[in-house]
């Protein structure tokens, strides 16, 4: 309860500064939204283009997943102090980091300088900050597993990447979450990147946007909510399974 | 099968060790044969898990000489052990997500990385691993995960490790904690019973009774010293 009163004095405060609370507002807003309505519809013609356009951005979320896989696989040992030299740790860590503050459409815009609008610039764009995530969230459970186990494994004489190798196996609750949840966030990541020129449904979206066309912009977005949601579902069912 | 003629497999001499300003261990000498299992005894927080840790390796003492195998602890020999020294901890260190063959082949994983990272490790590993399990007498669970088997089956798991590791020398923390008294007998039973493989043993245990019934010598660790209690 205390956490509701907490949230409420600074939210209507700062709903005061920001001018929320005119009613003008709020009348405006509900004329526009009727009027908005009033022009919304589909266009059948377009399904077509809709469905490829979301099949480019499901092969750019799921090859930014797949090969950020790989990247966090290989940076997160270097990243943990447990499995690394300190001073490579704390490098690797910093450079993880770093590369995590830049945000996806960043990326995108970075790759579409590098390589040109497309597909490629936004599968490049998502591979590399899905692998600065998951070299978070992998370096973090790799640090979480019991110290008794690593203890047992480097007796043996297990070390570096085969140690890490062994522990992801411990941890791959942990590592299969993680990559699901990142498959979800990418293709709703990718969904936008079009904006940008880096391919996928935004793309449209906004092209359609921009000569006012709203039957053609809700095809599109009805298309995206469909294989976000099919996404969750498939996630959902991954994650209860494992 | 290895040499008594080779000298102490585990040698300590005069080892102290302290966490901050807590000395845990003060001057502990020690002295383990090829063939030999030695059991220590001591109540909670004496030390006996930093013992074995200092002998595993896993950390260096303040004072003294620790040597295993011939190889002080802190000298870049140590390092050339590897897989000579198999150490089971309280929770038994195994991976889970992997099955019972997967934990005991892993025992080779330093030998063989690129089997290990593969996971193609020949038909030779593979029936040597199941043999090791067949020896605790769960062949039939190779392929079940670890999670999934009972405490005592996992410590099973864990002694088919050491045996498919062949490591000289086994160093083991309350292996029998939280087991009821039939299973603990067969899993020390089967523990001890690599002695005759040459294989020297430090464990770590409560029942003195156990204890006495299959260790060779026990130990006492009190106010951070050992010394022989039977």
């Known amino acids: ?242 | 099968m290895l040499s008594l003629a080779q000298g102490p497999a585990v040698e300590l001499r005069g080892v102290v060790f302290s966490y901050g300003d807590k000395r845990v261990l003060n001057g502990v000498d020690l002295e383990v044969f090829h063939g030999e299992a030695i059991a220590i005894m001591g109540r909670s927080g004496a030390g006996k898990t930093t013992l074995l840790k200092i002998i595993a390796g896993l950390l260096k003492p303040g004072e003294g000489v620790a040597k295993i195998l011939g190889c002080v602890s802190s000298g870049s020999c140590f390092d050339n052990l590897k897989g000579k020294i198999a150490y089971i901890p309280q929770t038994l260190g195994l991976v889970e997500g992997g099955s019972a063959l997967y934990n005991v082949l892993l025992a080779k994983a330093p030998e063989k990385p690129l089997r290990f990272i593969t996971g193609i490790w020949g038909g030779y590993y593979v029936s040597k691993a199941l043999e090791a399990l067949e020896a605790v007498g769960l062949l039939e669970k190779a392929w079940t995960r670890v999670e999934k088997l009972s405490g005592g089956e996992r410590q099973r798991v864990a002694i088919a490790r050491v045996i498919f590791q062949g490591a000289p020398v086994i160093l083991a923390d309350e292996p029998v904690s939280n087991l009821d008294l039939e299973t603990a007998r067969d899993v020390v039973g089967l523990l001890t019973e690599l002695r005759e493989r040459g294989v020297a043993i430090v464990a770590v245990m409560h029942d003195r009774d156990l204890a006495q019934r299959y260790f060779d010598k026990i130990y006492v660790l009190e106010s951070g010293v050992l010394r022989v209690i039977s």
């Open chain 1, 1 to 242: 309860m205390r956490i509701v009163v907490v949230s409420l004095i600074p939210t209507a405060a700062l709903a005061y500064i920001l001018g929320l609370v005119d009613p003008g507002l709020w009348a405006r807003a509900g004329l526009n939204i009727s009027r908005f309505i009033l022009l919304l519809g589909v266009r059948n013609d377009l399904w077509g283009d809709a469905l490829a356009a979301v099949y480019e951005t499901l092969i750019i979320s799921v090859f930014g997943v797949s090969c950020g896989v790989l990247l966090a696989y290989l940076l997160a040992p270097l990243a943990s102090p447990l499995l690394a030299p300190r001073t490579i740790a704390i490098a690797g860590r910093i450079l993880a980091n770093s590369a995590r503050t830049v945000p996806a459409i960043l990326w995108a815009i970075l790759f579409v300088i590098l390589v040109g609008p497309g597909v490629k610039a936004g599968a490049l764009s998502l591979a590399i900050y899905t692998s600065t995530y998951l070299a978070k969230f992998f370096y973090e459970a790799l640090e979480s597993v019991d110290r008794e186990l690593l203890d047992s494994l480097r007796a043996m004489g297990l070390r570096g990447y085969i140690l890490a190798f062994a522990l992801y196996t411990h941890i791959r609750r942990q590592v299969i979450s993680s990559i699901l949840f990142m498959l979800e966030y990418n293709v709703r990541t990718a969904a936008i990147l079009g904006f940008v020129g880096a391919g996928g449904v935004g793309y449209y979206i906004l092209q359609y946007l921009s000569i006012l066309d709203y039957p053609a912009v809700l095809t599109f977005v009805i298309a995206t909510i469909a294989i976000v949601a099919a996404i969750d579902i498939a996630s959902y069912i991954l994650r209860t399974r494992i």
